[in-house]
Nanobody
Framework: QVQLVESGGGLVQAGGSLRLSCTAS????????MGWFRQAPGKEREFVAA??????????WYADSVKGRFTISRDGAKNTVYLQMNSLKPEDTAVYYC??????????????????WGQGTQVTVSS
């Protein structure tokens, strides 16, 4: 079993920045990728960004809505994935969930395919 613990959420004004962190309790040989999803009130959970663990180049994927504003990165020594969020908009307001899986995580990944989820961290962007 892998536990994912997120941190870094909070309240920020539009145009501001936040950095989310997700630390895994351990990384198994089957962990291929980690990423972030988000769920706004009344909406379905959606893909935000992901990064591979197993490839040296740390390949990344982003939702179109966050490209150019969000950056995902990893620190293998700390088993931690980061999501740097810049130029935040009110529509970015959501609970952000960390995810870990044995396959690529991208916009086509269904929620039930994800192996492990974090508990979520609230991000609120005021206008």
């Amino acid at each position: 079993q892998v536990q994912l613990v997120e941190s870094g959420g909070g309240l920020v004004q539009a145009g501001g920045s936040l950095r989310l962190s997700c630390t895994a309790s351990r990384r198994t040989f089957s962990t291929f990728a980690m990423g972030w999803f988000r769920q706004a009130p009344g909406k379905e959970r959606e893909f935000v960004a992901a990064i591979t663990w197993s490839w040296n180049d740390g390949r990344t994927w982003y939702a179109d809505s966050v490209k150019g504003r969000f950056t995902i990165s990893r620190d293998g020594a700390k088993n931690t994935v980061y999501l740097q969020m810049n130029s935040l908009k009110p529509e970015d307001t959501a609970v952000y969930y960390c995810a870990s899986d044995g396959s690529i995580i991208d916009s086509t990944t269904t929620l039930k395919e994800i192996d492990y989820w974090g508990q979520g961290t609230q991000v609120t962007v005021s206008s």
